[in-house]
């Protein structure tokens, strides 16, 4: 499923990433360079105070040296200088009396000491937590400037057209493309993006877009059916869609669930649709309302209900013939159907292998008579999936039921988490 989408998606995304990242990392190296001298220049007045700090401590060392020379010197000035091995005598006396110092003397010191000594201490402390403070403006310097980055929106417009070309190419309708361009552009353009994360905010914006494109149906088909007996349902759609068999499909499953079926076969057109029908309720047990070919479509149905009505059955089924939305005549006998026989839920089927052109079918058949629901036929084979993506976006109508396969119970709820996943941009 989606095969041929998913593997286009990747690759554009990959490379839309890329060119994202690239143009966004020259703009970054420039302000690496910026921020280097900014550095450079900050750092240089940071270091002239660390000096002055050391010379004004030798300062002090030689300050106390001199005090305590000129204390000695006044002791021993009466002694005269003798031989150079007297003067070593004489250095070492005045260490012994210093010693001997009174203990006033020695107090005073030892405060000089311990408060040059704060003094030392707090100034390293001071320039520590100065060199901090620096040291995290800049870190938020470069987190500003170079971390984050944004992209200009003539540069987004350049980029995403490889990514747009790759959706156009899958069928994916101009309406759903404009969307997922605008999500994209409202998370990169202007906007700070973090680098190295500029592919995960891509896909996660590209998933978060496709995910809001399907519109929720807040109830199951078997608690719809709940709100009126009999409750009718009619199903049309264009020639070749699925119609009849996928009427059946809704037919089994409702039986599944312990719904009695009631099916009208209301395609008096097409040759062999009776049959075709009635082959399908003998295999079901089903029973089967119809009248000759070319007889009123709108009378079929209406006799179907009736008998609904009279063997209190719970759903009534209305098949109806395959028309083009610009086939006048058959357009206003589906009306004249949809004003006899009141149905409760109109259902588009269309085949997702046309694509596009499924989009624009519901859309004409919204118009015309009102559809309620979708169902997406042959969705098992369908390479590209742009249906799949569009047609609930462009309707505002809900994809009820998709087609996997020709057996009965091919008939899947749609689950909008699968088409995330087959289109490989799941979290």
Do not use: C
Not at 135 to 149: C, E, F, N
Not at 279 to 301: C, P, Q, R
Not at 394 to 400: A, E, M, S
């Amino acid at each position: 499923m989606f095969k041929f989408l998913k593997d286009k998606l990747k690759k554009a995304v990959s490379k839309f990433s890329k060119d994202v990242d690239e143009e966004t990392e020259e703009e970054v190296l420039e302000k690496e360079e910026g921020i280097e001298e900014e550095k450079i220049t900050e750092e240089v007045p940071e270091e002239v105070p660390e000096e002055p700090s050391s010379e004004e401590k030798e300062e002090d060392k030689k300050k106390e040296i001199s005090v305590k020379t000129e204390d000695e010197k006044e002791e021993v000035k009466e002694e005269p200088e003798e031989q150079p091995q007297e003067e070593t005598q004489e250095q070492e006396k005045p260490k012994e009396e210093q010693k001997e110092t009174t203990p006033e003397k020695t107090e005073k010191e030892t405060t000089t000491k311990q408060e040059t000594k704060e003094e030392t201490t707090k100034e390293p402390e001071q320039e520590t937590q100065d060199k901090k403070g620096f040291l995290s403006g800049l870190k938020k310097t470069v987190t500003d400037k170079v971390v984050k980055k944004s992209l200009s929106e003539e540069k987004f417009e350049e980029l995403f057209w490889d990514l747009e070309v790759v959706l156009l190419e899958n069928n994916v309708a101009v309406e759903v493309i404009d969307k997922i361009k605008q999500d994209l552009k409202e998370k990169l353009v202007n906007t700070k993006v973090i680098r190295g994360k500029i592919s995960e905010v891509i896909t996660s914006t590209l998933r978060d877009s496709i995910s809001g494109l399907f519109v929720s149906q807040t109830e199951d088909l078997l608690d719809i059916v709940e709100r009126k007996k009999p409750f009718v349902i009619l199903f049309l759609g264009v020639n070749g869609s699925g119609k009849t068999t996928n009427l059946a499909k809704v037919a089994h499953y409702l039986q599944k669930h312990g719904k009695s079926v009631v099916v009208a076969a209301a395609d008096t057109f097409r040759a062999a649709a009776i049959q075709q029908i009635e082959e399908h309720t003998k295999k079901l047990g089903v029973k089967l309302i119809k009248h000759e070919y070319g007889a009123d479509a709108a009378a079929v149905a209406f006799d179907a209900v009736k008998h609904a009505e009279a063997k209190g059955k719970d759903v009534v089924l209305i098949d109806t013939a395959g028309r083009s939305h610009s086939n006048v005549n058959l357009m206003d006998e589906l009306k004249k159907v949809v004003r006899v026989a009141k149905p409760d839920l109109k259902i588009f089927v269309g085949d997702s292998l046309t694509g596009n052109d499924a989009v624009q079918q519901a859309m004409a058949f919204n118009d015309a008579v009102g559809i309620d629901g979708i169902i997406l036929t042959k969705l098992d084979v369908d390479e590209k999936g742009g249906a799949a993506i569009s047609v609930s976006y462009v309707t505002k109508k809900p994809i009820l039921f998709v087609g996997t396969g020709q057996s009965y119970d091919d008939l899947r709820p749609f689950s909008k988490k699968q088409i995330i996943e087959n289109l490989g941009i799941e979290a």
